[in-house]
């Protein structure tokens, strides 16, 4: 107890998950309805629906959209990225991250991009490996640019190409 007298050694105590409870309810209350994402009907429009449905109308979209909104709740917010490794799956999927992995970037109060980081395995108490992938909107087309930095636990460092890290070293990047 913080004030008055401390309790006995003997008294019992009882752990109370409270915040988990209040982060998955808000959750709930958020995304307990999974939307339904639809485009007007029309020739044109099947195949774009087709392709909504494997992408966003799944149970894996529906779960993450909820782990999402639990995330939200607990750290202030969370963001959806698109993912794609086609050793893992033929579509495109989107995978929530944590609000604290994730720098968002505003221009006039808009959402314009963000930078998603990940610490990367093999550093050593001289060496941290960042890979930094900036998912950004620029004259209304979308891109992703990827990074790798090595540096140190204090500081991002410099950047190098990503084939120096097995982790991105299979990264396909084009020249634009």
């Known amino acids: 107890s913080i004030f008055g007298t401390p309790?006995?050694?003997?008294?019992k105590r009882a752990h109370v998950p409270i915040a988990g409870d209040l982060a998955m309810t808000s959750a709930t209350l958020m995304a307990s309805e999974p939307p339904r994402l639809i485009v007007p009907e029309g020739a044109a429009n099947e195949a774009a629906q087709d392709r909504i449905d494997r992408i966003f109308n799944t149970p894996d979209f529906h779960a993450g959209l909820l782990e999402g909104e639990e995330l939200t709740a607990a750290l202030g917010d969370s963001y959806g990225r698109v993912a794609w490794?086609?050793?893992?799956?033929?579509e495109a999927w989107i995978e929530f991250v944590d609000g604290d992995r994730a720098w968002p970037i505003y221009r006039k109060g808009i959402l314009t991009g963000v930078v998603f980081w990940d610490d990367l395995p093999g550093g050593d108490k001289d060496t941290a490996w960042r890979h930094l992938e900036y998912h950004g909107i620029e004259s209304g087309v979308g891109?992703?640019?990827h990074a790798l930095f090595r540096g140190k636990d204090?500081?991002?460092?410099?950047?190098v190409p990503l084939t120096e890290h097995e982790n991105t070293a299979s990264i396909p990047v084009d020249a634009e």
């Open 7 to 11: 309790p006995a050694p003997s008294a």
């Open 85 to 90: 490794d086609t050793e893992y799956a033929d």
């Open 143 to 145: 891109f992703i640019e």
């Open 154 to 159: 204090d500081n991002l460092g410099r950047r």
